[in-house]
């Protein structure tokens, strides 16, 4: 199985890359993409560029050869949406290959609203890990869907749904960049290099 993270990643920090590396042991995932959107269409627009953006995703892997950073969504002119990252994913790689779909809870808790949501799940797993301060949806529109072992993802392409429990590590883009315009530190929420590039070219600050 493939696993592909989307998100702004504006900036990426230890949440997203914790995750991710768990995702990958934890789910037996032979590389994980993770793949900053250009425009993203359920949210106010990053404030770092999208080359900085890459930039900064690309320092944070360094030499963690089972990430990809991957720089499709930025080559695609208009709105990022995860459905056609899906189907370039599946040009690429063929319709036989599991794909699990990384998101928060967050971003699950909203998935339905997503463009063509459903032609997301015939292309993609979702593989849900909770996140701090968001509980799951007691809806259970996603029952049937839903795996009891997550190793059951590697016996279809597409369509189920997991959750994984991963180290919960409260840090969030957000907050990374209220404290860079406060001026307090943001050492330790994410990978020195990154801290260094945000630095060097005062991101953030206004
Ligand atoms: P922002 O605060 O700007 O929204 P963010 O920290 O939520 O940034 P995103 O780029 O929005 O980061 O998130 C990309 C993906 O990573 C989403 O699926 C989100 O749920 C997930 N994610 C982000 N932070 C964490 C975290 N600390 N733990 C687990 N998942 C996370
Ligand atoms: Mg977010």
Redesign the pocket.
């Known amino acids: 199985m493939i696993g592909v993270?989307?998100?702004?990643?504006?900036p990426?920090?230890?949440?997203?890359l914790?995750?991710a590396l768990e995702i990958v042991e934890g789910c037996g995932l032979t590389r994980l993409h993770l793949i900053?959107?250009n425009i993203p269409p359920h949210?106010p627009q990053?404030q770092a560029s999208a080359r900085e953006r890459f930039e900064m995703l690309r320092l944070a892997i360094g030499n963690e050869a089972r990430f990809v950073a991957d720089a499709r969504e930025l080559e695609r002119a208009g709105a990022s949406y995860t459905v056609d990252t899906l189907q370039s994913l599946r040009d690429e790689f063929g319709t036989r290959i599991p794909i699990g779909f990384?998101?928060?809870?967050?971003?699950?808790l909203g998935f339905r609203s997503w463009h063509r949501w459903e032609a997301i799940l015939t292309l993609a797993h979702l593989i849900v890990?909770?996140?701090?301060g968001y509980m799951p949806d007691p809806a259970d529109w996603y029952a049937d869907s839903r795996v009891q072992h997550n190793c059951e993802l590697n016996q279809l392409p597409a369509g189920r749904i997991a959750f994984q429990a991963?180290t919960?590590?409260?840090?969030?883009?957000?907050?990374?960049?209220a404290r860079c315009n406060s001026g307090g530190s943001i050492r330790y929420l994410l990978p020195d290099r990154v801290r260094r590039y945000i630095g060097a070219r005062n991101l953030y600050q206004h």
Do not use: K, N
Request: hydrophobic share 40%.
């Open positions: 993270m989307g998100g702004t990643f504006d990426i920090h230890f949440g997203h914790r995750t900053p959107g949210r990053p990384v998101m928060g809870m967050d971003a699950f890990v909770h996140r701090p991963v919960q590590l409260d840090i969030s883009a957000t907050f990374i960049r």
